[in-house]
Each structure stands twice: as structure tokens, then as C-alpha cells.
């Protein structure tokens, strides 16, 4: 009995699939940190050419890069995730108590506008249904950050282990990152042409969506936190974070953060801290975000904003922090084949 090359072809197709699937699950507890070194390596790459032409030494360019990276990501989470932890914790826990002790006590002449604001603000604060819905999307929120944050850091070994993985890929990645995706394409039964499509789209995402879009919403969320510390608002790293996420929604974004603050501060008789909060935000994020994102991002991605929002949320749902980035390219990726199999029907027609 003779086998076919269809049936040859069949069974080794069987074969590599159950190959893939056991790979999958034996790297499925350090993936996103695979992923995370990807990510780092493929930013990085540009350095590293530079900085081996310069070294003269290849393993020694790679050593630089990874170790810094990484030290780079360590100083990150003691000065920032540290810290956010604990007031996100408070937040969580006095949410209840910043709503039902709201002060305007400093409106000591209650024929004035701004007193008079102050009165309808507080009315408003004070009512049991602001009160029970304020608490509990506090609560959420503060709760998802504080469960999502300190799950990663409370395993310690867990979180160190990870580290060594993202060194070592992000070594790996920058010498043998080209290699590797002609391999991945080479792999793809596609005509060229598509592939190429995709290739396109995914490098195109990913710079728009980490190079424009999450840079500016970082620098967004620093910008706002910074000002709520210097003016003294509670937890300000904590509101930096949400004014970072809302960074993502068209139009608004952090001016739902910013706005309010600003009425309360004019409503507790805060008149110059109000002032400066106001006139700070119309600047300076209003200047990330309508002049600092297009040049970042320019024509480079083809997703509307909504759909960019879309897939930071359910990607922050589904995997976490990582979401911010495998979300909107998952989206740019789909839309993409959306568009190849359309194309394939028009010619099929």
C-alpha cells in the first residue's frame, strides 16, 4: 500500500499542529514575558545596530541592552508600582470617606458665584444615589488595579523568573528577531502578497499603538499626576494611572478626570489651585494629545480611535497590563484579514 504526498503532507500538518499545541502549553506560564522581550528587542534593534557597529562585538551590544532594559523596568516598578499599590489600596478603602466628607466650609460669604456652585456640588455629592454609584466604580476600579498590580509582585518568584526570561529574550530577539519573523512568514500557506499585508499592518500597529498612542497616554498620565501632587490632591498617581487609560477614548480621555477636579477645587473655594489645575491641562495635555499624537502616529495605523479603545479594554480584561499592547494589534490583525478575505472574493468573483 502506497501512500499519497497528500496523505504524507496530511499526517506531518497532524504532527506539527500537536507539536505547536504541546510548545504552547509548556511556554504558556512565561509567555507574555516572551512577549514582553519581543516587544523590547524589536525597539531596541535600531540601538543595538548602532551600538555593535560602534562595540565591534555582538554578544557584548546584546548584554548592554538586555541588562539595561531590565534594570531600566526594576526602576520603574520601586519608584512607580510600588507606590501606586499603596493608594490605590487607599482609594479603595477611603472611598467611602472622600465622598461623605466633601468640604466647602471655605465659602465663608454664601451670596458669592463660586459658594453658590459650591452648594449645588455638594447637594449633588451628597445624594444617595451619587453617593452608591461614586463608590462602587471607585471601588471597581481601584480594586481591578490593586488585584491586577499586586498579583504580579506578590510572587516573588514567579516575578523574578520572568525577569531572567525577558533578559534572555530580549538577547535572543535583537540578533535573531529578523530571522525569526521570514521564518514565521515563510511558514504562512499565503500568497506573498498577503503576507506581506500582514506584515505590514502588525509593524505599523505596533509602532503607532506603543510608539504614538500608549507613549502619549504615558506622558498624559505623568503630566496629570505630577500637577495633582504638586497642588496637593490625594493619591495622585493613582488618578495619573486613570487619566493614563482614559488617555485611549476619543475626545474626552483624562479631561474626566481633570474636570471634576477642577469644579471641586473652585466648589471647596480652592480658587487659585483650580486656576492652575484648569489652564495646566488645557496646555499641557491638550497639547500631547492634539499636536504631539498626530506627529507620533501620522498616517501610520489604519484603526479609528474607538477601535483602538475597544482593544485596550478588553485587552486589559483578558491579559491584564500586556493588554495595552497584544488588544489593539489583535484588532489591527483581525481587520487585516477581514481585508485579505475580502480581496480573495473579489478575485474568486
Known amino acids: 500500500m502506497t501512500i499519497s504526498n497528500n496523505q504524507k ?25 516572551l512577549i514582553v522581550g519581543a516587544l523590547i528587542a524589536y525597539f531596541l534593534h535600531p540601538i543595538y545596530i548602532k551600538i555593535k557597529l560602534k562595540v565591534k562585538n555582538k554578544v557584548l551590544s546584546q548584554i548592554i541592552l538586555s541588562v539595561s532594559s531590565v534594570l531600566i523596568i526594576m526602576l520603574f516598578l ?28 471655605a465659602c465663608a460669604d454664601r451670596n458669592t458665584t463660586f459658594c453658590k456652585v459650591s452648594e449645588r456640588v455638594k447637594i449633588f455629592i451628597e445624594s444617595e444615589e451619587f453617593a452608591i454609584k461614586a463608590k462602587e466604580l471607585i471601588g471597581s476600579i481601584s480594586l481591578f488595579f490593586y488585584q491586577g498590580m499586586t498579583s504580579v509582585i506578590s510572587n516573588v518568584i514567579s516575578f523574578v523568573f520572568s525577569l ?9 530577539f535583537l540578533d535573531y528577531g529578523v530571522y525569526i519573523n521570514k521564518t514565521i512568514l515563510d511558514l504562512l500557506p499565503m500568497r506573498e502578497s498577503h503576507k506581506m499585508q500582514i506584515f505590514v499592518r502588525l509593524r505599523q500597529t505596533i509602532n503607532a499603538v506603543v510608539g504614538g498612542n ?27 494611572l486613570l487619566m493614563f487609560i482614559l488617555a485611549f477614548i476619543p475626545a474626552v480621555g483624562p479631561a ?33 494629545d492634539n499636536i504631539l499624537k498626530p506627529k507620533l502616529i501620522g498616517d501610520k ?34 481587520v487585516t484579514c477581514i481585508d485579505i478575505y475580502k480581496d480573495i472574493n473579489k478575485k474568486e468573483a
Not at 504532527?15 to 504552547?24: A, G, P, R
Not at 512607580?80 to 466650609?105: C, G, H, M, R, W
Not at 484603526?303 to 493588554?323: D, E
Open 9 to 33: 503532507n496530511a499526517v506531518f500538518l497532524i504532527f506539527f499542529l500537536m507539536l505547536t499545541v504541546f510548545m504552547s502549553y509548556m511556554f504558556k506560564s512565561f509567555f507574555s514575558a
Open 164 to 172: 531572567v526570561i525577558i533578559v534572555f529574550s530580549i538577547f535572543y
Open 256 to 288: 474626566l478626570i481633570w474636570i471634576p477636579a477642577t469644579i471641586l477645587l473652585f466648589s471647596m473655594g480652592n480658587i487659585t489651585q483650580g486656576i492652575i489645575l484648569l489652564v495646566y491641562c488645557i496646555l499641557v495635555l491638550g497639547y500631547i
Open 78 to 105: 520601586s519608584v512607580i508600582v510600588f507606590p501606586l499599590i499603596s493608594q490605590t489600596q487607599t482609594v479603595y478603602q477611603k472611598a467611602e470617606y472622600y465622598i461623605n466628607n466633601y468640604d466647602n466650609s
Open 301 to 334: 495605523i489604519k484603526l479609528s480611535s474607538f477601535a483602538i479603545f475597544l482593544g485596550v479594554i478588553g485587552g486589559l480584561q483578558t491579559f491584564g497590563f500586556l493588554g495595552l499592547f497584544f488588544g489593539p494589534i489583535i484588532i489591527a490583525l483581525f
Open 214 to 240: 500608549i507613549s502619549t497616554a504615558l506622558l498624559q498620565g505623568i503630566a496629570g499626576g505630577i500637577i495633582f501632587a504638586i497642588l496637593g490632591i490625594p493619591s495622585a498617581l493613582f488618578w495619573g
